[in-house]
């Protein structure tokens, strides 16, 4: 079992800037952030594969960028230029694939407040 821990997450003012972290008991190179607001989908962010290939929600463009140290199995998304409507949970998730099997991993989520 994959086990993922986000940190990182508080009080940004609007405009401002927070890296939030996930870290993973184990390889996950496969990688993403969501978020999700209550009586809401959980919406996709950002992802990486490997090292390199990432991948970002339309909405997110330009405002956020995710990276990823092996050493530490952790993936970093670093977003700027907070608005109000940022203020939600990120959830990290890992995919992981083992004989033909795709299995999901979820972490427990981390708060974004984003004040004026």
């Known amino acids: 079992q994959l086990r993922l821990v986000e940190s990182g997450g508080g009080t940004v003012e609007v405009g401002g800037s927070l890296t939030l972290s996930c870290t993973a008991s184990?390889?996950?190179?496969?990688t993403n952030w969501y978020r999700q607001t209550p009586g809401n989908e959980r919406d996709f962010v950002a992802g990486i594969i490997g090292n390199s290939g990432t991948n970002y929600a339309d909405s997110m463009k330009g405002r956020v960028s995710i990276a990823r140290d092996d050493p530490t199995n952790t993936v970093y998304l670093q977003m700027n230029n907070r608005k109000p409507e940022d203020r939600t949970t990120y959830y990290c998730?890992?995919?992981?694939?083992?004989?033909?099997?795709?299995?999901?991993?979820w972490g427990e989520g981390t708060h974004v407040t984003v004040s004026s």
């Open positions: 184990g390889r996950a190179p496969a």
């Open positions: 998730n890992a995919v992981t694939a083992t004989d033909g099997r795709c299995k999901n991993y």
